[in-house]
């Protein structure tokens, strides 16, 4: 991805922006939007443009928790710089909008080889009048993997069934499948490490969360949709440095995904599990490196679902 410089770029509200938490896999989409819509317009093409956005983009206005994911392929498509600005034209006669907040473009997907791992991070892709006459765009539609939208129309219903999904899977699982009931935390606390912009807990009736996630205030200004601010407190610091402040009277702490992402995992558990009170369970996400992560931690394994594990 590549950093917004220009008069034009900053038009689409800095979503071209590197996330905090560094450089993604080539052909994973950096969007902190948990819903991602792609598509690969002739940037040669102004009524393209504005087709895709008057009837795909303009449904995505004020919504702020779905992205409109233009590809950029260096080789094929103008450089990024004047593919950005025919976009900005053609947003502009299309919406009318000064910002273009849902657009995110992706400039590292050069071919077949990232396609496929572009549509793993993607829930649809606009098929566009460019993709008929066969080429390059054409074998992107086939190769990407994911829902193939033909109609402006499809898009609501195809975000309304993910959201619905989305709700139904937080509200429960996993929670359910590790013998956790909703009311069995109740005033006690939670700490909840790296959550990325929406909370994990909202199964937990009544139960004091305690937040860490270092993109705290990335996720407060560009991500209308971020739940964090339901918590008790949210704290903006690093997995791995302990926070006195939170104590060590913690029910039940979640790292989920924090482990993937840190320098020293084995630490960011460590620290982790010193939130705990005695008796208290620690879930952590199952990988290959587990194994050798708990050897840090006085912790055992009690019982699992297929991609959690609870210590204690």
């Avoid at 590197?18 to 002739?42: H, N, Q, T």
């Avoid at 940037?43 to 206005?61: H, N, P, V």
């Avoid at 033909?150 to 898009?155: E, K, M, S, V, Y």
């Avoid at 407190?233 to 440095?241: G, Q, T, Y």
Wanted: negative net charge; charged residues 20%.
């Amino acid at each position: 991805m590549m950093e917004a410089t220009s008069d034009l770029a900053r038009m689409v509200d800095a979503v071209l922006e590197r996330p905090a938490s560094g450089a993604a896999a080539p052909g994973m989409i950096e969007s902190a939007a948990p819903y991602r819509v792609l598509a690969w317009p002739d940037y040669r093409s102004e009524r393209e443009l504005r087709e895709l956005f008057d009837g795909y983009a303009q449904q995505l206005l004020g919504q702020g928790d779905v992205s409109l994911c233009l590809l950029q392929v260096p080789g094929v498509d103008p450089r990024l710089e004047d593919a950005i600005e025919a976009t900005a034209r053609a947003w502009k006669q299309a919406v009318g909008s000064p910002t273009a907040g849902c657009l995110h473009f992706v400039d590292d997907a050069p071919g077949v080889a990232s396609w496929t791992a572009l549509g793993r991070s993607a829930h649809a892709v606009v098929a566009l009048e460019s993709a008929r006459s066969g080429g390059a765009r054409r074998s992107f539609l086939q190769m990407v993997g994911t829902r193939v939208l033909r109609h402006p129309a499809q898009l609501q219903p195809l975000l309304n069934t993910v959201r619905s999904a989305d709700r139904e899977a937080r509200s429960s699982a996993p929670w359910s499948e590790l013998g956790y009931t909703p009311w069995l935390f109740e005033g006690a606390t939670i700490v909840d490490v790296a959550p990325g912009p929406q909370l994990r807990t909202h199964y937990f009736e009544s139960a004091v969360v305690e937040v860490i996630e270092p993109r705290a205030e990335l996720f407060s200004e560009h991500c209308r949709w971020s739940d964090l601010g339901r918590a008790h407190r949210v704290w903006s610091r690093s997995p791995s440095e302990r926070i006195a402040e939170i104590g060590d009277q913690a029910c039940l702490v979640i790292v989920g995904d924090a482990l993937e992402s840190v320098d020293d995992p084995s630490r960011t558990l460590a620290t982790a599990a010193s939130y705990l009170a005695p008796g208290g369970e620690l879930v952590v996400k199952k990988s290959r490196w587990l194994d050798s992560q708990i050897a840090s931690v006085d912790l055992t394994p009690v019982r699992s679902s297929a991609s959690l594990t609870v210590l204690a």
